[in-house]
C-alpha cells in the first residue's frame, strides 16, 4: 500500500487521478477508475460542440445521460448526478474544467452545475474535487474556497504554478510536454519540469503531482522518486475497458508505433496528436498558419486561420465516425509504450503492486 499526502488529503486508496478527458466527459471511466480507488476526474468541455460538431455533442450526452435537448447546466448536473450513483460508498470523483478565455462561458456552467448539486451533503461528500485547467487560476479562488472543495490546477511551467500558490491550489498537477491533446505553447517534458515545480513549491500547504508520460509503474515510482505525491494518468486510463472514448480513437493508441505523436494546433493551442495522416496534413498546415505552436509563442486566436480550426473538428469527428483516413485523436507519446485495453481495476493494481516492488527492490539492486 502506497500512502502518499495525495492520498491523505482525497482520501483514496491510490495516489493515481484518472484525467479528465474532452471532448468525451468519460462519465464510464470516471465511475471505474473512483471505483478502483483512484480519484475519478470527468470532463466538462463536450458541450462547447453543441452547434460546431454535433456528433460530439450528442455522444457528450448519451455518456451523461443528458438528453440533446436539456440546457449545458441540466447536462452537467444529470452527468454529475449519474456518477455519484454510480460510484460506490467511499469512492472520490471531481470535475476537470478547462478556464481558459475560450471556454470561459462553459466553465461558469460547469461552475453553476457543481454548486447546485453540492448542496447534497452526501454528494458533497465525494464529489470533493476540482481540478481546473488551462488558464489562470486567480479568478476562480472565491468559487472553489466557498465551496469548500480540494483544488487541484493542471498548468505547464513555472509562471502558472506560483499563479498557483496565489491563489490557494491545494495541489499542483505539472503538465509535461509528452502529455496527451492539449500541450503548452514551451515544450518542457515532465523529466525538467516535475523535479523544478516539487523544489520551488512543494510545503506543509501545497501538494505536487506530475501529468504527462505517467503511464506505468516505472513512470509512477520514479514521480515519487522525483518528490511528487502522486501523478495524473490520461492516455493509460483511455485506453482501458470500461473507457468512453469510441472504438477507434482506443485503437490508434494501442497500435501507436514509437514517435507516434506530433503536435498541431487545437482549439485551445497546442495539442499532441497521433500521427495519423490528417494529422500529418494539419501539423504542416500549423507550421504555415499558427507557427507559434512550434517556436512556443502564443498565437493571437483571433489571427489563426478558420480553416485551421475547421480541419480540427473534421479530424475528430471522422474519429467518431470510424474514418480512419480523415481521423484526428489526441493522446500522449506513452501511446507507443500501450499495447492493450485493461479493465481499470486490473490495472491500477497491477501499477500499484509493480510500484511497490520496484520502489523496495531498489535497495537490493544497488550498492549503496
Ligand atoms: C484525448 C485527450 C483529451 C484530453 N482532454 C482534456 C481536457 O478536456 N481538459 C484538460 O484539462 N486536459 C485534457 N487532456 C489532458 C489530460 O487531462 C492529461 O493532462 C494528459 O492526458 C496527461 O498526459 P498523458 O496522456 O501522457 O497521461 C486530454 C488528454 C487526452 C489524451
Not at 505536487?208 to 520514479?222: P, R
Not at 473538428?313 to 500501450?338: H, P, V
Request: proline share 5%.
Amino acid at each position: 500500500m502506497i500512502k502518499t499526502r495525495l492520498t491523505e488529503l482525497v482520501g483514496i486508496k491510490y495516489p493515481i487521478i484518472q484525467a479528465g478527458m474532452g471532448p468525451f466527459p468519460v462519465t464510464s471511466l470516471c465511475i471505474a477508475a473512483a471505483n478502483a480507488g483512484c480519484l475519478g476526474l470527468c470532463s466538462t468541455f463536450g458541450t462547447t460542440s453543441r452547434k460546431s460538431n454535433p456528433v460530439v455533442f450528442e455522444d457528450f450526452c448519451r455518456q451523461a445521460h443528458a438528453d440533446y435537448s436539456d440546457d449545458d447546466v441540466t447536462i452537467f448536473k444529470k452527468m454529475f448526478t449519474r456518477i455519484f450513483n454510480e460510484t460506490k460508498e467511499g469512492a472520490v470523483f471531481g470535475a476537470n474544467v478547462m478556464v481558459s478565455a475560450e471556454v470561459k462561458e462553459n466553465a461558469m456552467n460547469v461552475m453553476k452545475a457543481i454548486k447546485e448539486v453540492r448542496k447534497d451533503p452526501e454528494m458533497a461528500k465525494r464529489f470533493k474535487v476540482l481540478v481546473t485547467t488551462a488558464g489562470d487560476p486567480v479568478p476562480w479562488a472565491g468559487f472553489v474556497k466557498e465551496q469548500g472543495m480540494i483544488w487541484m490546477h493542471v498548468f505547464p511551467g513555472v509562471r502558472t504554478a506560483a499563479r498557483c500558490k496565489k491563489a490557494g491550489v491545494q495541489v499542483l498537477i505539472a503538465s509535461g510536454h509528452e502529455g496527451g491533446f492539449h500541450t503548452a505553447w514551451q515544450p518542457v517534458h515532465s523529466m525538467t519540469l516535475l523535479p523544478d515545480i516539487v523544489e520551488k513549491f512543494s510545503d506543509e500547504n501545497t501538494l505536487v503531482c506530475g501529468t504527462g508520460g505517467y503511464c506505468d509503474s516505472k513512470t509512477l515510482a520514479a514521480a515519487l522518486a522525483m518528490g511528487a505525491d502522486g501523478v495524473q494518468m490520461g492516455t493509460r486510463f483511455l485506453a482501458t475497458e470500461e473507457s468512453d472514448f469510441c472504438d477507434l480513437w482506443k485503437k490508434l493508441v494501442v497500435d501507436c508505433p514509437d514517435g507516434g505523436t506530433i503536435i498541431a494546433r487545437g482549439f485551445v493551442g497546442p495539442a499532441r496528436w497521433l500521427r495519423t495522416p490528417a494529422a500529418q496534413v494539419h501539423a504542416y498546415n500549423t507550421a504555415k498558419d499558427a507557427p507559434g505552436s512550434f517556436v512556443g509563442v502564443p498565437d493571437d486566436f483571433s489571427k489563426i486561420p478558420m480553416d485551421l480550426l475547421v480541419a480540427e473538428r473534421t479530424g475528430i469527428a471522422a474519429t467518431y465516425n470510424g474514418d480512419a483516413e480523415k481521423a484526428m485523436a489526441g493522446a500522449g507519446e506513452c501511446s507507443q509504450r500501450i499495447s492493450d485495453l485493461p479493465r481499470c481495476e486490473d490495472m491500477v493494481k497491477k501499477i500499484v503492486a509493480e510500484t511497490e516492488d520496484i520502489i523496495s527492490g531498489l535497495k537490493e539492486k544497488f550498492v549503496f
